[in-house]
Every structure is written in C-alpha cells, then in structure tokens.
C-alpha cells in the first residue's frame, strides 16, 4: 500500500515545487473587463434589413413532360461492335495500335515478367531480352521472342 501512493505523491510534490511563488490568474484583472450598457430597442427598428450574404436562385422555367424526359436523359454511349464486346467480355481491352490505327483486343496474360526459355513456357510470347514473359498479347509492333525450340527470332506485328 505504501509503494502504491508514494510514486503519486512523490510526483505532486514535484510538480508543486515546479510552480512559481508568484502566480497570477491567467492575466485578467477586473480593472481590464469594462461593462457597457445595450443601446435602446427602438434604434434598431431603423436600421435597414441586412443585405443577403448569397443570393437567390433564379426559378427554373417548367417545362412539360416530354421536354424534361428529352433534358435530362444521358448521353446514349456509343454502340460497340461484336469484337468489342467478345474482347470486353475476356477482359481485354479494345486498342489501336501500328501506323495503320487498327483496332485489336489485348489481354493481360497471367505469367507476366515470369522467367522463361522458350514459347511454351508462357501463356503469350517469351521475351529474348529479358527472358521473361510477355505483360500482354498479342505484342504490336517488332519483338525480339524465343520459339518452341529456344531459337531467337524478331517477330514484327502491325
């Protein structure tokens, strides 16, 4: 029990030791606070309403039916083609690529930047450079890639 109180004890005696012998209330005195009486009810009864800090909206003209159907319906996106939505149903995304602005479906592959020796060990193209796999098929444009037996060749797709 006396170890218990002696540490709290100990700490407030040290904390009041702490504290200046001169302490002075947060510094108001109530020579500083001054009280003024309110002005007469009837003066406020002259002064002006006071100015709107924002102004009003304008009312919107009504329009019928057919005329707000025909306002607020949104843009109709645009129509996609059978490819289209076979690549978006793959999940791939539908891209230009080459000079030509041809229009293909890539598709992430699942082996991305996995280590490789030859095609077969990718599910897309196998990299020579970086002997890994390739992020996406198919690859546009001129590629170094491994065959099936390992051989290098530049495989060019526009």
Request: with cysteine.
């Amino acid at each position: 029990m006396r170890r218990t109180l002696f540490a709290p004890l100990l700490s407030a005696l040290l904390l009041l030791a702490c504290q200046p012998a001169d302490r002075q209330e947060a510094g108001l005195t109530t020579e500083a606070i001054a009280v003024t009486p309110l002005d007469a009810a009837g003066s406020a009864a002259t002064v002006d309403a006071p100015a709107e800090a924002t102004p009003r909206p304008k009312p919107r003209p009504e329009v019928s039916g057919a005329d707000a159907a025909v306002d607020e319906a949104p843009e109709a996106p645009e129509p996609q083609t059978a490819q289209q939505l076979l690549c978006a149903k793959a999940k791939g995304q539908w891209l230009s690529a080459g000079e030509t602005g041809a229009f293909y479906c890539a598709s992430l592959t699942r082996d991305s930047g996995k280590q490789c020796r030859k095609k077969g060990d990718c599910q897309g193209q196998c990299l020579a450079r970086s002997g890994t796999c390739s992020p996406i098929t198919p690859l546009y444009g001129c590629n170094d890639v491994l065959e099936k037996d390992g051989r290098e060749v530049t495989l060019c797709i526009d």
